[in-house]
């Protein structure tokens, strides 16, 4: 049986640059940065004090404020970021279509600030008082879930937790639903909301985020001087439909999504393999599944986090995959102006690349003042660059030795 073909017809975002995708993309591409001095907690307890965090967000503009006190802040940028991709796409979920619509998406955490507020309460108060809905607020799948509760989507419903590629990886595993006709729809991305105390003393412990006090450059990927990841949060959602489907409901078509690749590191649990070997495999993957040769990828969304490795990796797996292709390739890294948003990167970053194809605009890696001379590819330096874009591959690493390509196209 011939595998359907799968389009994109709906976007939606909540992130650190904005509460809805176009101001995000706007900002984006103007080299706006959503980083600043962290507010969730006393500046001073942990090494870095700066954070993408998402600003003014009031789940009350989405959904009944009753349901939303029973879900985790991740939970409920998922829930937004959903209802506005579903408008976006101009889609009615009835009873005619229910059962071919699915949701699919991926969350590296799930509700840290619920189960620190939960933890803190049983610690001071004990079992009582932790709240009857403690676990399902907490579990990572419930954004999906609560996403198919609030639309009615009754098709396959799934979460994939692969750290910071689960965003990418749902939206892998999603087309592929629709690829072999086990949906119409899929509903499907990241979420995440982990900017809370644990989180930053683990992280912090673990000395992979920038310890530079200035919000305006600690993410800078690619740079000489970069020192570690910015934590953000965010929600980034995708409506994925059959070309059959879309057509049919006279649809808007953002790109074709033709290309998943999903390997394993088998090598560490934080680190990433030697020269990005992992990396290189799921691009290689991704480039063969979407029938594409290397040079007719026009831009890279690169995983791009401002670690030391993470950075020098891929730029090494960009040479080995691409070839000469690779210093003609438009590289950029958006987490410099996003921050890193762990599960839901992927995602976001994914929404970037359908509109860079939508928009014939690639846009920045800010923040690059000194280049490290081994990442010597063309990052897209600080300015956003106006130009026909015809295929993109995003990259998404996460740690226990995820790596995931995924390629989209412009729809012809």
């Not at 609560?146 to 994939?160: E, R």
């Not at 729809?185 to 310890?211: D, K, N, V």
């Not at 929600?235 to 953002?254: C, D, N, Q, V």
Request: proline share 4%; aromatic share 8%; charged share 25%.
């Amino acid at each position: 049986m011939e595998n359907k073909r799968v389009v994109v017809t709906g976007v939606g975002a909540v992130t650190p640059l904005a509460n809805d995708l176009q101001s995000t993309w706007e900002r984006l591409v103007n080299g706006e940065s959503g980083i600043d001095k962290v507010t969730k907690f006393e500046e001073g307890q942990f090494p870095t004090d700066v954070a993408a965090e998402v600003k003014e967000f009031d789940p009350g503009s989405f959904m009944d404020p009753k349901d939303a006190r029973k879900m985790d802040r991740f939970t409920q940028f998922a829930v937004a970021s959903s209802l506005m991709a579903v408008k976006d796409a101009n889609l009615t979920i009835d009873d005619s279509n229910a059962d071919r619509i699915g949701v699919w998406i991926g969350s590296g955490i799930g509700g840290m600030e619920t189960y620190e507020k939960q933890f803190r309460l049983y610690e001071k108060r004990g079992y009582r008082r932790v709240s009857p809905f403690f676990v399902p607020m907490m579990i990572p799948d419930m954004a999906s879930g609560q996403v198919s509760i609030t639309l009615g989507a009754k098709g396959v419903n799934s979460c994939t937790v692969t750290a910071c590629a689960s965003g990418a990886n749902s939206i892998g595993d999603a087309f592929k639903v629709i690829q072999r006709g086990d949906a119409d729809i899929m509903i499907t991305g990241g979420a995440e909301a982990p900017i809370t105390e644990m989180a930053f003393a683990g992280f912090s412990s673990a000395r992979a985020m920038s310890t530079n006090p200035d919000p305006a450059t600690a993410s800078r990927p690619f740079d000489k001087d970069r020192d570690g990841f910015v934590m953000g949060e965010g929600s980034g959602i995708l409506i994925l439909e059959s070309l059959e489907s879309a057509k049919a409901r006279g649809a808007h078509i953002y790109a074709e999504i033709v290309g998943y690749g999903s390997t394993g590191d088998a090598y560490h649990v934080t680190a990433p393999a030697p020269e990005g070997e992992g990396a290189v495999r799921a691009m290689k993957q991704a480039l063969q599944d979407a029938d594409l040769n290397p040079n007719e990828v026009t831009y890279l969304n690169a995983h791009g986090t401002s670690t030391e490795y993470n950075d020098k990796y891929e730029t090494l797996a960009a040479k080995n995959v691409f070839g000469e292709h690779a210093h003609k390739l438009a590289i950029s890294s958006t987490k410099s102006m996003t921050g890193h948003l762990l599960g839901a990167a992927g995602a976001v970053e994914a929404i970037f690349s359908v509109k860079a194809i939508e928009d014939s605009v690639i846009p920045p890696t800010i923040n690059i003042k000194n280049l490290d001379p081994e990442c010597d590819l063309d990052y897209v330096q600080n300015e956003a660059r106006k130009q026909g874009v015809n295929a993109v591959m995003s990259n998404s690493l996460g740690f226990g030795g995820h790596n995931v390509a995924l390629v989209f196209k412009k729809y012809k």
